[in-house]
């Protein structure tokens, strides 16, 4: 993107920054979530830093799991969208219950994220987040499925 947000993507922004951040997340790249072109940079989004009960996990390319993350991006028909990843196993490794599917929500009609339909999901998300054991993440990814 050669210009920056509009006024509408960028009060769409700042938004979602306070809810996420009054939860306990943060902000990745960029410091000023105002600055950040979301939908474009593929590395701007917010992280939830207690997934894995906060403890520090080394990133190893397709092998480590994610942590709880959000960011804005495009949907299948090109329209910019707000996305969801709960923690856990990347691209359908190891079992349902560890695997990770991106939720979608398209913008309400005045062009808003409706943190009222988030914020239940991440009432379920956050402590699973929390709880995650990332050792018992990689044993099922690399060890088969897991049963629980």
Same mark, same amino acid.
């Given at each position: 993107?050669?210009?920056?947000?509009?006024?509408?993507?960028?009060?769409?922004?700042?938004?979602?920054?306070? $809810?996420?951040?009054?939860?306990?997340?943060?902000?990745?790249?960029?410091?000023?979530? /105002?600055?950040?072109?979301?939908?474009?940079?593929?590395?701007?989004?917010?992280?939830?830093?207690?997934?894995?009960?906060?403890?520090? !996990?080394?990133? !190893?390319?397709?092998?480590?799991?994610?942590?709880?993350?959000?960011?804005?991006? $495009?949907?299948?028909?090109?329209?910019?969208? $707000?996305?969801?990843?709960?923690? /856990?196993?990347?691209?359908?490794?190891?079992?349902?219950?560890?695997?990770?599917?991106?939720?979608? $929500?398209?913008?309400?009609?005045? /062009?808003? !994220?409706?943190?009222?339909?988030?914020?239940?999901?991440?009432?379920?998300?956050?402590?699973?987040?929390?709880?995650?054991?990332?050792?018992?993440?990689?044993?099922?990814?690399?060890?088969?499925?897991?049963?629980?």
């Amino acid at each position: 993107m050669t210009t920056p947000p509009t006024d509408q993507a960028l009060d769409r922004q700042l938004r979602v920054h306070e $809810f996420l951040t009054a939860r306990g997340w943060t902000l990745d790249g960029d410091s000023d979530p /105002g600055a950040a072109w979301f939908a474009n940079d593929p590395r701007a989004g917010w992280r939830y830093p207690a997934s894995y009960g906060g403890i520090a !996990v080394n990133d !190893v390319a397709d092998t480590t799991p994610v942590p709880l993350q959000a960011y804005f991006t $495009f949907g299948e028909d090109g329209e910019e969208v $707000f996305t969801l990843v709960p923690a /856990g196993n990347l691209r359908g490794n190891g079992c349902a219950e560890h695997d990770t599917t991106e939720r979608f $929500f398209t913008f309400t009609a005045d /062009g808003a !994220v409706d943190l009222d339909e988030i914020a239940p999901l991440l009432e379920t998300w956050e402590p699973r987040a929390r709880a995650l054991d990332p050792r018992a993440l990689i044993e099922c990814r690399y060890f088969g499925p897991c049963t629980d």
